[in-house]
């Protein structure tokens, strides 16, 4: 397959370019006094000439060992990919494409090139896509000696058979998230304050000057008119967030193949991944306030990548997973993963003062304002704002020293860390072995000390960069054991 050229769908992918030129010709007429529509039209068409151009020079081969890409309208450019240095391929095909049977291909490779270079087939057919996912399974496979071959024995032990068996089951697991999975994440999912926000916002405060007036006429009259105005409310954006979560998680399917993970999901623009577990930094498990109450979890894994994108450094493998299926499901998709920690160290109680300390200063900002402007018909509202702030900021401490913790699973360097954390009423936790830990802070200032606290801090890659994640406040002697640990 030599010098192919992408299908011409891939031109409608330059619609961005086409806004920028009309933004770009808009910004610079008016200073100059020209005309507007002459300007941006002449940009339009530069804009879709170079585009055509772009197109026509750039062409895609898939030879034996290699993928290569020419592009380039002036200066040309030609980069090779080994199939060896291919970590994943993000196959992602929208809707109105499906009936041509094209897709989008997204190869990510080990290098830390600048952006020019990443390969991305804006659109080719699927079964381009399906060659490569071949040709790299293919070469992935040539790891395996196939020189190193085992006598079998004329007699096996009935237990080796069944414990290969059981082996051989576990290579292969499938997990799908239904439509009642999905209703529940939207109730235990913060977007509907979001969703409540935008509609405030895309409405210009209609709705909330809507509501204020309701309110205003309930408290002297009718209270059933308030209360139908606020079920309204909670209900439009519960059809918002799960018509989010929908568009996203649609058919989301995860399955485990040997080494490799790979999911699909999506409605709109339907998304496929296929990754080796050797490309996991980490593990991690999140579950807010709600999710807590109604038993369910979402798990991610952090990857090594060479791109910027959240898709491809963090990546949600199991969005709903109820409690009572957790230790099974973690079983099938992460075998390998230690979960039980052989010591464990919790955050200590003053943790939550000084949790709370370290927020403290938002709630002298209406305070010193009301002090400075004076007392006005806003300022008792302002004041109820600044107690919520202090139940929040308060329940938010409590929270972080209720599930911050570290531990280990074990003494030696292929054992794994388990650090939990909080943020926003939502606990983290992180499984992170001791071969992906970048570097390690152990900090413990002189106050700390005194109080027998220290910090933990440690760097994982995340995409072509990284991620910083601690335990604050534990207990000195445990930090310690953690630390030397790392030392080792």
Known sequence: ????????????????????????????????????????????????????????????????????????????????????????????????????????????????????????????????????????????????????????????????????????????????????????????????????????????????????????????????????????????????????TMIQFYDFTLVKDGKYLEYEKGLITRSKLRLSSDRIQSVLVEQNVMGKLL??????????????????????????????????????????????TTQQHNARRRSIWLFFRNISWILLIIPIAIYFIGWTNTSAVLVAIDVLIFLYILGNSYFKYRVTSIGLTGDTKDDYLILSTGYLFKQSTYYVCWHEIQSMTFHSSVFMKRNNLSYISITIRKGESHEVIGADYVDYDGGQKIYDWYRQ
């Open 1 to 244: 397959m030599q010098d192919k050229h992408l299908n011409p769908l891939a031109l409608l992918y330059h619609y961005s370019d086409i806004l920028v030129a009309i933004f770009l010709a808009s910004f610079i007429s008016d200073p100059l006094h020209l005309n507007g529509y002459m300007i941006g039209t002449l940009f339009v068409i530069i804009t879709v000439v170079w585009d055509i151009l772009a197109y026509f020079c750039f062409t895609y081969s898939i030879e034996d060992k290699q993928i290569v890409i020419k592009k380039g309208v002036i200066f040309k450019k030609v980069i090779h990919v080994p199939y060896a240095r291919i970590q994943s391929i993000e196959h992602s095909q929208f809707v109105l494409f499906r009936i041509f049977d094209i897709e989008r291909l997204q190869i990510s490779d080990a290098s830390k090139s600048n952006s020019d270079d990443k390969i991305v087939l804006n659109a080719v057919k699927t079964y381009v896509g399906a060659i490569l996912e071949e040709k790299h399974e293919k070469y992935h496979r040539q790891d395996t000696d196939i020189n190193d071959v085992v006598d079998e024995p004329e007699l096996e032990d009935i237990n080796d058979k069944t414990e290969a068996k059981t082996v051989e089951e576990k290579k292969y697991a499938q997990y799908k998230v239904s439509t009642k999975d999905i209703v529940l994440y939207t109730f235990t999912s913060f977007r509907v304050f979001i969703a409540m926000f935008l509609i405030a916002h895309i409405t210009h405060g209609a709705v909330i000057d809507v509501a204020i007036s309701i309110y205003q006429k309930g408290a002297n009259s009718n209270i059933f008119s308030v209360i139908i105005f606020t079920v309204l409310a909670i209900i439009i954006a519960l059809l918002l967030s799960f018509a989010y």
């Open 295 to 340: 038993k369910i979890m979402t798990v991610k894994i952090i990857m090594a990548s060479d791109e910027k994108d959240e898709e491809s450094s963090q990546a949600v493998v199991l969005p709903i997973l109820n409690g009572r299926e957790y230790e099974e499901m973690m079983n099938d998709f992460f075998e390998w993963l230690p979960r039980v």
